[in-house]
């Protein structure tokens, strides 16, 4: 095949396929290296990729997947998601994680032209108003920043935004519903090849639960914890996240099995109690980021507190918080202090580090009681 006449749009600049098989063109920063990188090899036919995982189904460790796997997981979501050829996909994610590397991979499959930008918090800035794009992936940080800036009105202009990686809080999610765009968070990891799941964020009836893609299957083990069987994969992937089967393709996502709270003999999953606060923060005005952690307590055995990211709240604010807790959660469930901190702890690809933010937690700058 050949790629002469075949290109990408990069960081303000057109560059030849052919020019990336060849390395004529030489990239600016490590983003471009690893989108060239990537390129390259699929382009020349490359079968097997050793990518990273991210830590969901246990400790991070390199893992083989083939040719065949990516080219399988990108026609199921060109089947969910109606892709077409001469449709223009946004990269603004690291190839050297799935996710970047799949966005590549549908792009090339499919026959989508590629607009690929170094990956920011706010993208939107930097994609030239001539240019419409139909599918886009982000993660939770990028959406946030994307729909409060000045050009939050370009996303009207997508037709499909995947958003993964981790929850999207309750603020942004409802901001969503005023853009036109079809907004989808996205349920898999690297052992699946990307996502196997999807809910729609904006829909009129946005529901609470996934849809899984065509020929994907789940069942739960013994803990609750979700195994996922799908046609490309060699073996069922046995997964560490909580769920609840509403019917043969359909699921609720209930939170982390290693993060679940033992607090004086009761089990509380961090997630969902974050799942309750968020209408309660966003009522209150409170724009900031947050989760549920715990800490060793002699008496409860693991305390639960309430971490917010950024400025002190007001007094105020405070009191409101914590009369609004104490009448919404069961006793075990209220956090006994609410700490706010300067920043949360992120991985490399955008992730929350749950306990590195919890373990750094008391270098706080404002704490107060919600129950003793």
Same mark, same amino acid.
Request: proline residues 5%; hydrophobic residues 40%.
């Given at each position: ?188 990891? !690297?052992? !699946? ?45 046995? !997964? ?22 033992? !607090? ?109």
């Amino acid at each position: 095949m050949s790629y002469h006449h075949a290109s990408i749009w990069i960081n303000g600049r057109d560059v030849l396929l052919n020019s990336i098989l060849n390395e004529s063109e030489k990239d600016q920063n490590d983003f471009e290296n690893d989108t060239f990188t990537f390129i390259r090899d699929w382009l020349t036919g490359k079968d097997s990729f050793e990518i990273e995982t991210s830590g969901s189904t246990g400790p991070p460790k390199k893992i083989k997947i083939t040719r065949s796997q990516m080219m399988a997981s990108a026609g199921l979501t060109q089947q969910a998601l109606g892709l077409q050829a001469g449709y223009t996909s946004l990269l603004c994610l690291s190839p050297r994680y799935i996710a970047g590397k799949m966005m590549l991979v549908r792009s090339l499959v499919i026959g989508m032209k590629i607009l690929a930008l170094t990956p920011s918090a706010n993208v939107l800035d930097k994609i030239p108003t001539s240019i419409q794009i139909d599918f886009a992936a982000m993660v939770p940080y990028q959406i946030y920043d994307s729909v409060r800036s000045d050009d939050a009105n370009r996303l009207n202009q997508f037709k499909v935004i995947l958003i993964g990686g981790a929850t999207l809080d309750a603020g942004t999610r409802a901001l969503l519903k005023s853009f036109t765009s079809s907004f989808y968070a996205t349920y898999g990891m !690297t052992e !699946t090849i990307s996502h196997v799941a999807l809910q729609s964020l904006n829909s009129p009836n946005s529901p609470d639960e996934f849809e899984l893609l065509p020929s994907i299957t789940l069942q739960l083990d013994e803990r609750g914890c979700l195994v996922i069987e799908a046609p490309y994969l060699p073996e069922k992937v046995f !997964t560490n996240d909580l769920g609840k089967l509403t019917s043969k393709s359909r699921f609720k996502w209930l939170g982390r099995w290693d993060n679940v709270i033992n !607090t004086g003999g009761k089990k509380v999953i961090p997630e969902v109690l974050e799942g309750k606060l968020g209408p309660i923060i966003k009522g209150l005005a409170i724009n900031q980021n947050f989760m549920v952690g715990s800490v060793n307590d002699p008496k409860l055995g693991q305390r639960i507190i309430l971490l917010l990211e950024g400025n002190p709240i007001a007094n105020h604010k405070a009191k409101e918080l914590a009369s609004s807790v104490r009448k919404s959660f069961e006793r075990h469930e209220i956090p006994k202090q609410v700490l706010v901190l300067p920043s949360f702890e992120y991985s490399e690809n955008g992730k929350v580090k749950r306990k590195e933010t919890t373990k750094n937690s008391y270098k706080n700058v404002q704490n107060f009681t919600l129950d003793i």
